[in-house]
């Protein structure tokens, strides 16, 4: 991909919920030369804003080569929960260096590199209301560590160029703008990332790995003074910069992930490698995107479909919808959003709406969301179908007030009016499977506090990864709703930016 291609999600100091794209390019193609090794992964997760139930500003506004000796999978431990008036982020706890330490960095789809924060650092968070202990990250306390200079290949394929004005002994920079005005500096860094390699039936045990990574030396903005503030972002966009593409590169995992939100219980599950159990149906993700697209067929409220405008904004000429873990909540064109509200409350004509922060259309109800709202649908190419329940879209603010998590797009900006956005909101209690070897992604209902089973390639053997919920003794304490909105809403904004950026690149 080109340089539109790096897109970093934004940080969990500075957007709880949206994956922020970047102004500036970050990181390309990193084509990262990694010890042989077999392995699967697990990874987990928590939910970062458990407990926090007046934070709904805060929801708004936030590649394959295989060896012949093929792969164990990782498991990684999920927390939070994806109610927009709860936690409304998932992070991982994963060791970096030797010896190694913890990290606590935010999972997002929507962008492609790992970074954390690093000793020295200028103005980064040194402190956490989530629960969670920072850690600076030192090259120089690990015995693993290797700063990439900029004459170094490496830092050459990032930029798929020599690196302008490189001199001996310069190290290989990387920069991240966000929407809110908050800005990323730092350098690259190649260094041992241990993650859970599964073993058995519900084990798993420590593994290494060589992952080149963003060590972040200054921030700006609201990244230096959240109090919703993690280590770093952990991204699993498609690029070969992203840590899944390095270790699929290095043959010790299958370039196949698949996540399940648990937003009943929080946490979920979240796996790397081949899942055999549940089956899923899938789609194909359109080719040569920055994000993962899927072509959208047709919505349907209760049965009753919504017909698509037909000039609605698609990368290939056809209606498109990304698919981002990194949002909490689903944002839809105006021509589809009025509609489908309308039809959703045409069920309870003599409800009265009113506005919340500004932007969140609720309602008094008593009784059961589930009997008394339409299912939603969603139909994408290929037959495959996303059936999203009232308990899924409508989130309960307080007592008898429930509010919709169906946002306008056409309130974000002009150029991204006619973007279909799909966040964790809609994928809740769904196993949602990501096939980047085969350009695939499908999804099913499930009970994500179960266990899934996945497929050992080196021996053949399956076995079941159970689900994780990282609670995090947070404390009640959160900045001003206004605040919070504003970093969402800009983090949305410069999303839907690039997404329109990265639409002409490959038009």
Same mark, same amino acid.
């Given at each position: 991909m080109g340089p539109a291609r790096s897109l970093a999600s934004a940080p969990a100091s500075a957007v709880a919920v949206v994956a922020a794209v970047p102004v500036a390019v970050v990181v390309l193609g990193l084509a990262a030369s990694l010890a042989a090794a077999e392995g699967n992964m697990v990874l987990q997760v928590h939910h970062r804003f458990r407990g926090r139930r007046h934070m709904l500003g805060a929801m708004r506004s936030h590649d394959a080569f295989r060896h012949g000796r093929l792969l164990s999978p990782v498991d990684l431990p999920l927390g939070g $929960?994806?109610?927009?008036?709860?936690?409304?982020?998932?992070?991982?706890?994963?060791?970096?260096?030797?010896?190694?330490?913890?990290?606590?960095?935010?999972?997002?789809?929507?962008?492609?590199?790992?970074?954390?924060?690093?000793?020295?650092?200028?103005?980064?968070?040194? $402190?956490?209301?989530?629960?969670?202990?920072?850690?600076?990250?030192?090259?120089?306390?690990?015995?693993?560590?290797?700063?990439?200079?900029? &004459?170094?290949?490496?830092?050459?394929?990032?930029?798929?160029?020599?690196?302008?004005?490189? $001199?001996?002994?310069?190290?290989?920079?990387?920069?991240?703008?966000?929407?809110?005005g908050s800005t990323t500096a730092g350098y690259f860094v190649e260094?041992?990332?241990?993650?859970?390699?599964?073993?058995?039936?519900?084990?798993?045990?420590?593994?290494?790995?060589?992952?080149?990574?963003?060590?972040?030396?200054?921030?700006?903005?609201?990244?230096?003074?959240?109090?919703?503030?993690?280590?770093?972002?952990?991204?699993?966009?498609?690029?070969?910069?992203?840590?899944?593409?390095?270790?699929?590169?290095?043959?010790?995992?299958?370039?196949?992930?698949?996540?399940?939100?648990?937003?009943?219980?929080?946490?979920?599950?979240?796996?790397?490698?081949?899942?055999?159990?549940?089956?899923?149906?899938?789609?194909?993700?359109?080719?040569?995107?920055?994000?993962?697209?899927?072509?959208? $067929?047709?919505?349907?409220?209760?049965? &009753?479909?919504?017909?698509?405008?037909?000039?609605?904004?698609?990368?290939?000429?056809?209606?498109?919808?990304?698919?981002?873990?990194?949002?909490?909540?689903?944002?839809?064109?105006?021509?589809?959003?009025?509609?489908?509200?309308?039809?959703?409350?045409?069920?309870?004509?003599?409800?009265?709406?009113?506005?919340?922060?500004?932007?969140?259309?609720?309602f008094q109800f008593v009784g059961s969301v589930d009997n008394g709202f339409p299912v939603v649908k969603f139909h994408f190419d290929g037959s495959l179908a996303l059936a999203v329940y009232p308990h899924d879209y409508l989130f309960q603010y307080r007592d008898d007030t429930w509010c919709v998590g169906f946002m306008s797009a056409e309130m974000q900006s002009e150029d991204g009016k006619d973007i279909t956005l799909l966040g964790d909101l809609v994928f809740s209690n769904k196993l949602v499977l990501y096939d980047l070897e085969n350009q695939t992604i499908g999804w099913a209902d499930y009970n994500c506090s179960s266990h899934i089973t996945v497929k050992d390639e080196k021996s053949g053997a399956t076995y079941s990864v159970g689900a994780h919920h990282i609670v995090s003794n947070s404390a009640h304490h959160i900045g001003s709703n206004s605040e919070l909105v504003s970093l969402r809403i800009s983090a949305v904004l410069l999303l839907l930016a690039a997404v329109l950026y990265n639409f002409m690149l490959y038009a």
């Amino acid at each position: 991909m080109g340089p539109a291609r790096s897109l970093a999600s934004a940080p969990a100091s500075a957007v709880a919920v949206v994956a922020a794209v970047p102004v500036a390019v970050v990181v390309l193609g990193l084509a990262a030369s990694l010890a042989a090794a077999e392995g699967n992964m697990v990874l987990q997760v928590h939910h970062r804003f458990r407990g926090r139930r007046h934070m709904l500003g805060a929801m708004r506004s936030h590649d394959a080569f295989r060896h012949g000796r093929l792969l164990s999978p990782v498991d990684l431990p999920l927390g939070g $929960k994806g109610s927009p008036t709860d936690t409304g982020l998932y992070f991982a706890k994963i060791g970096i260096g030797t010896p190694s330490r913890d990290y606590y960095v935010q999972v997002d789809t929507g962008s492609d590199i790992l970074w954390v924060n690093c000793i020295g650092c200028d103005q980064c968070p040194k $402190k956490s209301d989530l629960g969670v202990e920072l850690t600076l990250y030192d090259p120089n306390g690990s015995s693993t560590a290797d700063p990439i200079t900029c &004459d170094q290949e490496r830092c050459i394929s990032t930029y798929n160029a020599a690196f302008p004005g490189c $001199k001996p002994d310069v190290l290989c920079p990387f920069y991240v703008s966000y929407g809110d005005g908050s800005t990323t500096a730092g350098y690259f860094v190649e260094d041992n990332v241990q993650l859970d390699q599964v073993t058995g039936n519900l084990q798993a045990s420590s593994m290494n790995s060589s992952v080149i990574f963003g060590c972040a030396a200054k921030q700006s903005g609201g990244l230096g003074t959240s109090s919703e503030a993690l280590d770093g972002i952990l991204g699993f966009g498609q690029a070969n910069s992203s840590m899944l593409s390095q270790l699929a590169s290095s043959g010790k995992v299958k370039k196949v992930f698949a996540h399940c939100l648990d937003n009943t219980n929080g946490g979920g599950i979240f796996a790397i490698g081949e899942v055999v159990q549940p089956e899923v149906n899938t789609t194909a993700l359109v080719p040569n995107q920055a994000y993962y697209n899927v072509v959208m $067929k047709a919505v349907e409220v209760g049965g &009753d479909v919504i017909e698509l405008p037909t000039d609605i904004f698609g990368f290939g000429g056809e209606n498109e919808a990304i698919i981002d873990s990194g949002t909490t909540l689903a944002y839809l064109p105006g021509d589809i959003y009025n509609p489908l509200i309308e039809k959703i409350m045409a069920q309870q004509p003599g409800l009265e709406r009113h506005t919340v922060e500004e932007q969140f259309s609720c309602f008094q109800f008593v009784g059961s969301v589930d009997n008394g709202f339409p299912v939603v649908k969603f139909h994408f190419d290929g037959s495959l179908a996303l059936a999203v329940y009232p308990h899924d879209y409508l989130f309960q603010y307080r007592d008898d007030t429930w509010c919709v998590g169906f946002m306008s797009a056409e309130m974000q900006s002009e150029d991204g009016k006619d973007i279909t956005l799909l966040g964790d909101l809609v994928f809740s209690n769904k196993l949602v499977l990501y096939d980047l070897e085969n350009q695939t992604i499908g999804w099913a209902d499930y009970n994500c506090s179960s266990h899934i089973t996945v497929k050992d390639e080196k021996s053949g053997a399956t076995y079941s990864v159970g689900a994780h919920h990282i609670v995090s003794n947070s404390a009640h304490h959160i900045g001003s709703n206004s605040e919070l909105v504003s970093l969402r809403i800009s983090a949305v904004l410069l999303l839907l930016a690039a997404v329109l950026y990265n639409f002409m690149l490959y038009a």
